[in-house]
């Protein structure tokens, strides 16, 4: 069956660091894949979608790579701040919908 | 722009009680899908649906859950004689049109559906 794995354990980095959470995949062959921040209490939001011919995608402080050989992809967050902390969940398409991993929760600290 | 609305945010029932999570999409959109989060769990997605239309209800449970978008009016996810299995938080998101892959979609605030 599809399977979308996150690093289940928290990710807690230094402010200014550069954070880098990583999305796997098995039994799938998406054309695209996306990342959301969700805080807590909220719905998800959609940050970066990126297509399977694309090796890399940024916006602004964010880039995603999509490795479709390795089946993975990479979220970062170069100079990070505080108020990046949250949970970060990718997804990939699913018939009519999106399959999302758990998450990874980020904390920034100052 | 209104984005996507979900009421009520908080929805506390009795076992046996029905529970009605209610959705209105962003202006301009007429897809809308239904996702559960339970707790330390992923998003699953439950239904989607087009006006007047049930397209994919795959992920919903057979017994006891049901799902409308009427012509007028908000999109309805419904439970009847809930039980405590039933206690997370219901997502409502909604899109443009019905390629989900290669555009986001925009979700509510949820409702967080409490048993007891």
């Known amino acids: 069956s599809q399977k979308i794995e996150q690093n289940s354990e928290a990710l807690n980095i230094q402010e200014g660091k550069t954070a880098t959470l990583t999305c796997n995949y098995t039994n799938y062959s998406p054309a695209y894949l996306q990342w959301y921040r969700q805080d807590p209490g909220r719905g998800p939001v959609f940050l970066l979608l990126i297509r399977e011919n694309e090796k890399e995608k940024r916006k602004e402080r964010l880039k995603v790579t999509f490795d479709t050989t390795l089946k993975q992809s990479l979220f970062h967050i170069t100079a990070s701040q505080p108020a990046d902390s949250a949970t970060y969940l990718c997804a990939l398409d699913s018939g009519y919908a999106l399959n999302f991993g758990k998450g990874t929760s980020l904390l920034v600290t100052p | 722009n209104a984005g996507v609305m979900q009421n009520p945010r908080h929805l506390v029932r009795r076992r046996g009680q029905e529970a009605r999570l209610r959705c209105s999409p962003m202006k301009g959109h007429s897809h809308v899908y239904w996702y559960r989060q339970l707790p330390e769990e992923g998003l699953k997605f439950m239904v989607y649906?087009?006006?007047?239309?049930?397209?994919?209800e795959s992920g919903m449970p057979k017994e006891r859950f049901s799902a409308e978008f009427p012509k007028e009016g908000p999109s309805i996810l419904r439970i009847q004689q809930v039980v405590r299995g039933d206690s997370a938080a219901y997502f409502c998101?909604?899109?443009?049109?019905?390629?989900?892959?290669?555009?986001?979609?925009?979700f509510g605030d949820g409702t967080r559906l409490s048993i007891l």
């Open positions: 649906l087009q006006k007047e239309n049930i397209i994919d």
């Open positions: 998101a909604s899109s443009p049109n019905e390629r989900t892959s290669n555009q986001p979609q925009h």
